[in-house]
């Protein structure tokens, strides 16, 4: 369960794993050799599903502008052909990955989630994604009041399977 660039002792949740393979795909598909945060905020926008995707939804009515500034922010690479791109992890999505853990050990969870993940990227000040929430008027404390909301909200038979 762990996809990751094998930096947690945390196994992470199904939808976070489906997070870092869609980030993956989101940078080949822009011929990009390289896999930053901004492609964890791409994939959990694109997924549309998940605890994150659920606090973005919640804090932000406008998710096509988001997704739209996000894209801009991205980019593409140069025209060449993605099928032989393999990228790799730059230092601030391994960092994002790192923070991710501490955030679900912060919370006590057995596993990392695309709540963690988000949580995560806001933690990172220096990151695309960061800015390009904070735009959009999200916090890091509005973001883990949400997180917190999100969780507790979810009914019995679900806290045991991750929503994340």
């Given at each position: 369960?762990?996809?990751?660039?094998?930096?947690?002792?945390?196994?992470?949740?199904?939808?976070?794993?489906?997070?870092?393979?869609?980030?993956?795909?989101?940078?080949?598909?822009?011929?990009?050799?390289?896999?930053?945060?901004?492609?964890?905020?791409?994939?959990?926008?694109?997924?549309?599903?998940?605890?994150?995707?659920?606090?973005?939804?919640?804090?932000?009515?406008?998710?096509?502008?988001?997704?739209?500034?996000?894209?801009?922010?991205?980019?593409?690479?140069?025209?060449?052909?993605?099928?032989?791109?393999?990228?790799?992890?730059?230092?601030?999505a391994k960092k994002v990955l790192s923070l991710a853990t501490k955030e679900a050990r912060k919370y006590s969870?057995?596993?990392?989630?695309?709540?963690?993940?988000?949580?995560?990227?806001?933690?990172?000040?220096?990151?695309?994604?960061?800015?390009?929430?904070?735009?959009?008027?999200?916090?890091?404390?509005?973001?883990?009041?949400?997180?917190?909301?999100?969780?507790?909200?979810?009914?019995?038979?679900?806290?045991?399977?991750?929503?994340?």
């Amino acid at each position: 369960m762990n996809t990751g660039p094998g930096i947690s002792e945390l196994p992470y949740s199904p939808r976070a794993e489906q997070v870092i393979r869609k980030a993956t795909k989101e940078a080949t598909d822009r011929n990009q050799n390289f896999i930053g945060s901004e492609h964890f905020l791409m994939a959990i926008i694109r997924m549309q599903e998940g605890a994150a995707f659920e606090v973005i939804n919640i804090l932000n009515s406008k998710m096509f502008d988001l997704s739209t500034s996000l894209d801009m922010e991205i980019g593409r690479g140069p025209d060449q052909d993605h099928h032989q791109l393999v990228p790799s992890y730059t230092p601030r999505a391994k960092k994002v990955l790192s923070l991710a853990t501490k955030e679900a050990r912060k919370y006590s969870h057995k596993y990392i989630g695309t709540e963690n993940i988000l949580l995560a990227i806001m933690a990172d000040e220096e990151g695309v994604p960061f800015k390009v929430l904070t735009s959009f008027g999200f916090t890091y404390e509005k973001v883990r009041n949400c997180v917190l909301e999100v969780l507790s909200s979810a009914k019995p038979d679900q806290q045991s399977t991750p929503k994340t």
